[in-house]
């Protein structure tokens, strides 16, 4: 059972307009969300993250907005830039006692901004 | 520095040979996890630290044996693996909170 799904596997964005990558979650105990972006063969790279008493979270061209009665996030990125091709994780994280947080990740939506 | 570092970078091995990865973080983070990652998909966790101490582990063949020796380092011990093992794996740190950072992983072929 997936909690965390990204429905869209690629998404392709002229440079310079907006690219909206989407993400849904089923597990109520999630409290914290994060973006990482992915380069083949290489780690992903913390992008921005959303508490859920949060709504937005703003950071340069990067923007997430949480909808928590829909159980949906997204990442926004204005003005989409050809170095933002890229695989993009969404993640989800909830309290766990005893041990340290864990990510649960989406499946991934491959960016393609063309030039 | 927000930096995760791996090594190797690739390594190639035999499915009876034995060998390690290795990670360390210098941030302080007291909670360090291993991932898997296969081609076009997303990381799967295998093992949570804590605090140096084995607190999550997803289930993993006893073929992959963690190893914490103190807060800045996390080994993976590897032993018999099957071709199926090849993947990336990455190390993360957290701060026992929220962001993990990742390395740049180590791209494993078992051969």
């Known amino acids: 059972d997936q909690q965390v799904k990204q429905n869209s596997p690629s998404l392709s964005v002229q440079e310079g307009r907006i690219s909206i990558l989407n993400c849904d979650y089923t597990n109520s105990m999630f409290d914290y969300f994060l973006w990482y972006k992915k380069y083949p063969a290489e780690g992903p790279t913390f992008l921005i993250s959303i508490s859920s008493i949060k709504d937005k979270n703003e950071d340069g061209r990067f923007t997430v907005f949480l909808n928590k009665s829909a159980k949906h996030l997204s990442l926004h990125i204005v003005p989409s830039q050809p170095g933002d091709s890229a695989v993009y994780f969404c993640a989800a994280s909830a309290r766990s006692s005893g041990s340290a947080r864990q990510l649960t990740f989406g499946s991934g939506t491959q960016l393609t901004v063309l030039p | 520095d927000t930096e995760v570092t791996q090594t190797p970078k690739h390594l190639v091995m035999g499915m009876t040979n034995k060998k390690s990865l290795k990670c360390e973080q210098h941030?302080?983070?007291?909670?360090m996890y291993w991932y898997k990652q296969k081609a076009k998909k997303p990381p799967e966790l295998m093992f949570v630290?804590?605090?140096?101490?084995?607190?999550i582990n997803e289930s993993v063949p006893s073929r992959f044996s963690p190893e914490c020796p103190n807060s800045s380092l996390l080994n993976l011990h590897l032993h018999a693996l099957q071709p199926e093992d090849s993947a990336l794996y990455l190390c993360?740190?957290?701060?026992?909170?929220?962001?993990?950072?990742f390395g740049q992983g180590t791209r494993l072929t078992v051969v």
């Open positions: 630290y804590s605090y140096e101490k084995l607190s």
């Open positions: 993360a740190s957290s701060q026992v909170g929220i962001e993990a950072f």
């Open positions: 941030m302080g983070h007291r909670a």
